[in-house]
């Protein structure tokens, strides 16, 4: 499948939560355009897109803005829906799976691998990480947390061993699923991070196979763009977004109404705008600004908090 406007991917090497969308580049063998941007803030091409958010990644398909990989993959699986990433009556299971694999599991990998690091984290990037999460970010506490970490890494891990226990491919049987991408993302962010991940991973052999199969998927088919290139488009293009209402929303709130989004985790900055679409998954609201002319920038629902302006 074409789209007239090339998916671009806003999206810098090391970032876990990327490799997670490039993973699905390459289950669904899309092609897509890659921007390189820098791992800490300020990222000036890219906030007139966004509306001021501000995490990583973030992909654009013209003027249409897509933030937070739950929302970036569900409109992946709308534009291109062969393979399905929800094989075997698994779209509300492997969509949940990333309140665990996102948070909690994440939480532990962070630690791990920040703590780590320890006095190889740069400055820059712990000052950068600080505002991020609007708290201290805490190198050694980490670093004196790994043993209580690597307990709770293992627990994890043994849980996608468990669901790999019976000699099938994946997590959800035999094809891969959100299940296998969101769980992978973590095995990938310490292996791209940790030169003992094969010890950590060594009794888990199901896991081991697994992640070999996941990283022989690769990304897709990708050519480059500058940040300012990927502007120009936005400039460029109008919003494709259709508006609809939601009659169930136990807020009342409909296609018109001016609001603020944001995420209730970390990165809490609020962009505000005009609500043009929503439904129980998500919410798209018009944002404008001098450099990209008008947009439309999507939010997933869960993990996120929506507030009248
Ligand atoms: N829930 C978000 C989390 C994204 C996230 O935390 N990404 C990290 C990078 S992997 C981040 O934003 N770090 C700060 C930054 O890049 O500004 C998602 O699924 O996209």
Known sequence: MTTASPIILHHFEKSPFSEKVRVVFGLKNIEWTSVLISRIMPRPDLMPLTGGYRRTPVMQVGADIYCDTQCIIRELERRFP??????NGYEGLASATAMWTDRSLFQNTVNLVFGSLADQVPQDLIADREKLRGAKFDVPAMT???PQMRDQFRA??????????????WMS???ASLCDVNAYMNIWYVRA???NADEMLAEFGNTRTWEARLRAVGHGRSSEISASAALDIAAGARPQTAELSDPNDPNGRKPGDRVEVMPDDYGKIKVSGEIVALS????????????SGEVVVHFP???FLVLPA
Not at 82 to 87: G, K, R, S
Not at 156 to 169: N, P
């Open 82 to 87: 062969e393979p399905t990433l929800f094989p």
């Open 144 to 146: 004196a947390a790994i």
């Open 156 to 169: 994890h891990v043994q849980w996608i061993e468990a669901q790999l226990a019976d000699g099938r491919t």
């Open 173 to 175: 049987g035999d094809k």
């Open 193 to 195: 991070h940790l030169p």
């Open 280 to 291: 129980s998954q998500h919410i798209a609201i018009r944002s404008r600004d001098p450099r």
């Open 301 to 303: 629902r869960a993990g």
